[in-house]
Structures are given as C-alpha cells and as structure tokens.
C-alpha cells in the first residue's frame, strides 16, 4: 500500500473493502446463476478487485515518476554545477517543487537530513519511501559524490538523464504497440459476461445454470476468464528496472 501512495490506509480497511466486492461479486453471480459454486468462484475474482487498482495505481506512480526524473535530475545538476549549492540543498530543494506524489517523501527526508545530518540515512529512507530505480541511480550517484567529492558529478548527471530519457522512449513506444491489444483485452470481461446474461433468455434459462453439469461449467469458466486475464496482464507488463538496493 504505502508504494502505491496509500500508506495512510490501515491493512484492516483494504481487508474490508476486498471483502464488500467480493460479496458484491457473489451476489451478482448468484442473480445470474444461482446455486453454491459460481457465485464462489466470482465472490474471489472480485474480491481481487482493490489489489488490482492498488497495484494500477502504484504502475501509474511509478510511471509518473519516471517521466519526472530526468526533469529533476537536471535541476539538481543545475544547481550543484552553475549554482554552487551542496548536494543535501539542491536535492531537497529539487524535491520540493517536484510532482505531487513525491513531495511527501521528500519532506519526510528532508525532515530527518535537519535532525541527524547523516545523509546515508536520508538517502536510504528516500529509496525506501520512493521505491523507484531511478531514483535509487540518482540518489546513490549523490550519495558517492557527497562523501567522496570531485568533479566528475556534472558529467555522471547528465549521463543519467540520456539514459533515463532513452528508457522513457522506449517504454512509451512499446506502450504505443500494445493500445490495441489492452484494448482486446477488456474483452475477455466483457464477452463470456454478456453471452452469460443472453443465457437467460434461452431455452430453461437460470434453470439451466442451476442444474449440477451446469455449476460445474459455469465455474470452469469463471476459471478461465480469471486465467485468461491473468495470463494478459503478465504478457503485457514491461520489465521493470532493476533498483539499486543498499549493500
């Protein structure tokens, strides 16, 4: 929760709201349906409901993040090049204006920097608060030049950035590619769902889903749906960078 900007939410509420559409989702399946098996099985796939949109809205931090940095970075390249400033306040300064979603952690940063001074400590707790692999090359290269100094941290800043801007192009050209399969992809939803409901209207209708052979289908392919959407999303995911983790 807390790396999908949700750390304010109590694990107890992300229970309960997992559990209210799950029932939601059984209740609608047992309309449909009836019986004991289908409206099980999609009482559990609904329920997955909130984790899907958590996690949605951790991609779309993530994401949001990527398409900052290369923007921060050359403030804070801007800064301690052209401006003079230390590490520590072109760093937070940069953070202070940056998108919404990273101010928090920031502050909390910027918080402990002022009561300890220790900057390997606020640059681990940042990394940890950003949970971001450009952050985690961006704060490390910091890191090193604020410890061991030279003259070198322009040029390494800058090399970063191409490097950033280069993956930045590269995933978005590969989103471009994938629009028209995300697109089918909703379709696995939404098709067995609308020939379930035309069911009604055929032959016994609800009676006929009611019978055994007929739970027993239903929920196999309730099964399938769910795999089949499973099996989407891992074929779609990009590969994520790797972080830079402390040794």
Do not use: N
Not at 105 to 110: G, L, M, P, S, V
Not at 209 to 216: E, H, L, N, R, V
């Amino acid at each position: 929760l807390s790396q999908a900007g949700l750390g304010d939410v109590r694990p107890r509420d992300f229970v309960a709201a997992s559990a209210a559409v799950g029932m939601s989702g059984a209740a609608a399946a047992f309309a449909v349906f009836g019986g004991a098996l289908p409206p099980i099985a999609a009482g559990l796939f609904a329920a997955t409901t909130p984790l899907a949109v958590y996690r949605s809205r951790r991609e779309r931090r993530r994401a949001e993040a990527r398409e900052a940095w290369p923007r921060m970075i050359e403030e804070i390249r801007l800064q301690t090049g052209a401006l003079g400033r230390s590490v520590p306040q072109a760093l937070f300064e940069v953070g202070r204006h940056g998108p919404a979603e990273l101010r928090g952690a920031f502050a909390t940063a910027e918080r402990e920097w002022l009561l300890s001074t220790d900057f390997t400590g606020t640059v681990s707790l940042l990394k940890a608060r950003l949970c971001d692999a450009t952050a985690d090359a961006t704060l490390e290269t910091l890191l090193v030049a604020h410890e061991v100094g030279g003259t070198d941290l322009d040029r390494r800043l800058a090399a970063l950035i191409e490097d950033r801007i280069e993956d930045l192009r590269g995933r978005k050209d590969a989103q471009a590619k994938q629009a028209g399969v995300r697109f089918a992809r909703r379709f696995v939803l939404v098709v067995p769902a609308g020939m379930a409901l035309a069911g009604l209207s055929i032959g016994t209708g609800r009676a006929a889903y009611s019978t055994a052979m007929g739970q027993i289908v239903v929920a196999f392919g309730i099964g399938a749906v769910v795999a089949c959407w499973v099996w989407a999303g891992q074929l779609l995911r990009l590969p994520a960078a790797e972080r830079v983790l402390d040794g």
